[in-house]
């Protein structure tokens, strides 16, 4: 998917436009030229004493779309001034009586499973093949980075869509909860069980279980979990009987499983076991050509606008809470500023800095590497900071593929983040 730049000149290749309303009702592509007023004849009508019957028409220049207001009693207003005509830059607010709308210069509406980033395209390229069969899928990537999102999206367009959804988050159980939110239990099997409960194996029969944070599963009940994957069944607690699943499984957690299988933390036949199909979300920074058509995606769901400068500012955050950052960053931006276009200068009241600053002020180096790791270690922190977080140039100086090198930095708990070259906010 391809976004156009902010500002425009003469020489800027016109893509197809949208006009955002409050509703999806008030959303129009607009081609040629569109129309809104109050008449049933426009291409978008307002009911609203305020509004003309012909009260404003955008149409399509070789210049860009110019906005044109028809004479309205009232008058159209872009980012507050009341306008005869005006060239649209991409965010701009517009007011026709009562109602606001956006104009959004994107080729498409923005789809989650396609990326500009190279690598991350050839991934999601593949999610449909993978959604198409029952094999388990191993998500893993960085909070915030979008593994649920993923999640849904294979459960969604696979052959189990129209069964149940279920999701459990193995982080947020205690040890002697967890094995009962999964495999349910008997009455009277445990202190407080006082009725027969099915557990999430039984309640996504025939659908799909979301397994998140899976790196936090006790490790007392991981072979319990391998058992259930392998011979396709499950023994809820306190039962003598063992009760056959119809479940696809995709688990997703943050955290290093090979790092953590080494440590004894997590069994490597269960790893084995969950790693038949692997996606690998990116962090934000990584993959920041996607950056104005997630922002401009959540602008839409928020109905908020950024100028120009603002989002230029925002290209030089580091985003350590990734894409779930981004969306609370607008999300917070309409609770701030509502009805107000988001200048550079009201950046300072939206982003963490000083989160960010303490986030990435110390790299924790590993214990007890052997020499020859720690040398490889160094050196690796070495070319990250000469190319300021660039992993391309980095591998490229260090005669090693990109993905060798990520394998690396995750290894010894490097994160590339923290050597991104820092503009002023």
């Known amino acids: 998917m391809e976004t156009q730049k902010i500002q425009w000149d003469a020489k800027d290749k016109l893509e197809q436009a949208y006009l955002l309303g409050t509703t999806d009702k008030q959303s129009q592509k607009i081609g040629d030229f569109l129309t809104?007023?109050?008449?049933?004849?426009?291409?978008?009508?307002?009911?609203?004493?305020?509004?003309?019957?012909?009260?404003?028409?955008?149409?399509?220049?070789?210049?860009?779309?110019?906005?044109?207001?028809?004479?309205?009693?009232n008058g159209t207003f872009v980012n507050g001034t009341?306008?005869?005509?005006?060239?649209?830059?991409?965010?701009?607010?517009?007011?026709v009586g009562e109602s606001r709308?956006?104009?959004?210069?994107?080729?498409?509406?923005?789809?989650?499973?396609?990326?500009?980033?190279?690598?991350?395209?050839?991934?999601?390229?593949?999610?449909?093949?993978?959604?198409?069969?029952?094999?388990?899928?191993?998500?893993?990537?960085?909070?915030?980075?979008?593994?649920?999102?993923?999640?849904?999206?294979?459960?969604?367009?696979?052959?189990?869509?129209?069964?149940?959804?279920?999701?459990?988050?193995?982080?947020?159980?205690?040890?002697?909860l967890i094995e009962s939110e999964l495999f349910g239990h008997l009455k009277g099997s445990f202190t407080g069980a006082t009725e027969n409960r099915k557990?999430?194996?039984e309640a996504a029969r025939g659908g799909t279980l979301f397994l998140d944070e899976i790196g936090d599963l006790p490790l007392s009940l991981q072979p319990k979990l391998l058992?259930?994957?392998?011979n396709k069944e499950i023994r809820p607690v306190g039962s003598d009987r063992s009760i056959k699943t119809d479940v696809r499984i995709i688990a997703a957690t943050h955290k290093n499983l090979k790092q953590k299988v080494v440590k004894g933390e997590f069994r490597?036949?269960?790893?084995?076991?969950?790693?038949?199909?692997?996606?690998?979300?990116?962090?934000?920074?990584?993959?920041?050509?996607?950056?104005?058509?997630?922002l401009y995606q959540f602008c839409k769901e928020q109905k908020v606008a950024f100028t120009f400068?603002?989002?230029?500012?925002?290209?030089?955050?580091?985003?350590?809470?990734?894409?779930?950052?981004?969306?609370?960053?607008?999300?917070?931006s309409a609770a701030y500023f509502p009805g107000h276009r988001i200048q550079a200068e009201d950046l300072e009241q939206l982003l963490d800095l000083n989160g960010e600053r303490e986030s990435f002020s110390v790299l924790e180096a590993e214990d007890d590497l052997p020499p020859l790791k720690e040398i490889e270690r160094n050196l690796i922190i070495q070319k990250l900071q000469q190319y300021y977080g660039n992993q391309r140039k980095a591998a490229e100086e260090l005669r090693m593929p990109k993905s060798t090198l990520h394998d690396k930095l995750k290894a010894y708990s490097i994160?590339?983040?923290?050597?991104?070259?820092?503009?002023?906010?």
Not at 102 to 118: G, W
Not at 139 to 160: D, F, M, Y
Not at 277 to 291: G, N
């Open 415 to 425: 994160d590339a983040r923290h050597f991104k070259k820092r503009g002023r906010i």
């Open 199 to 201: 557990g999430a194996f």
């Open 82 to 95: 009341r306008v005869i005509e005006a060239y649209l830059h991409n965010n701009d607010t517009i007011m």
């Open 309 to 332: 400068a603002a989002i230029e500012n925002l290209k030089n955050h580091s985003w350590p809470g990734n894409i779930r950052e981004l969306k609370n960053l607008v999300v917070r």
């Open 268 to 294: 490597e036949d269960l790893f084995h076991r969950l790693n038949i199909c692997r996606v690998t979300p990116p962090a934000l920074i990584d993959r920041m050509e996607d950056f104005e058509a997630l």
């Open 36 to 73: 809104i007023g109050r008449d049933i004849g426009n291409h978008l009508q307002i009911i609203d004493p305020f509004v003309s019957s012909r009260h404003v028409r955008i149409e399509k220049r070789e210049r860009g779309y110019l906005l044109r207001d028809l004479q309205s009693r």
């Open 101 to 176: 709308f956006v104009f959004s210069k994107f080729q498409q509406p923005f789809n989650p499973m396609t990326s500009k980033n190279q690598d991350w395209n050839q991934q999601l390229s593949r999610l449909p093949a993978v959604a198409n069969t029952d094999y388990t899928v191993l998500i893993l990537g960085p909070s915030g980075s979008g593994k649920e999102v993923v999640a849904h999206w294979i459960h969604q367009n696979s052959h189990r869509k129209e069964a149940p959804y279920i999701t459990i988050n193995c982080s947020a159980l205690s040890e002697n």
């Open 227 to 230: 058992r259930a994957l392998e």
